[in-house]
């Protein structure tokens, strides 16, 4: 079973920089739809960006330009470099792991939801002033 760690958040001004790790352990193989999720107290949890198997990166038109979701495979590490960070990026933001379509993000006419990912970490917090 997969286990997912967090880590990277903290404390930053408007337009400042972070980068969110999020180390992956407990499989024997990669079929995963990998994403970075985030959410603020008393909303639902809201997709920032998904990776596929192959590397093939979505994100959020919030975060498009600003976010980039990367990937070490040989330390099974996944990262989210955060850029130009504005008050609005404030929240818990979590790794998750879908096995469903074997490492596709895609579910045939919709990229995969909150609802089809199966692995989370316990999120790192992020907080944006300005």
């Known amino acids: 079973q997969i286990q997912l760690v967090e880590s990277g958040g903290g404390s930053v001004l408007a337009g400042g920089s972070l980068t969110l790790s999020c180390a992956a352990s407990?499989?024997?193989?990669?079929?995963?739809?990998m994403a970075w999720f985030r959410q603020v107290p008393g909303k639902e949890r809201e997709n920032v960006a998904l990776?596929?198997?192959?590397?093939?990166?979505n994100y959020a038109e919030t975060v498009k330009g600003r976010f980039t979701m990367s990937k070490d495979t040989t330390k099974d590490i996944l990262y989210l470099q955060m850029t130009n960070l504005k008050p609005e990026d404030t929240a818990m933001y979590y790794c998750?792991?879908?096995?469903?379509?074997?490492?596709?993000?895609?579910?045939?006419?919709?990229?995969?939801?909150?609802?089809?990912?199966?692995?989370w970490g316990q999120g790192t917090q992020v907080t944006v002033s300005s």
């Open positions: 998750a792991a879908s096995p469903m379509y074997s490492g596709g993000c895609w579910n045939g006419w919709e990229w995969l939801r909150e609802s089809d990912f199966g692995y």
């Open positions: 990776r596929t198997r192959a590397g093939t990166t």
């Open positions: 407990g499989y024997s193989d990669d079929r995963y739809c």
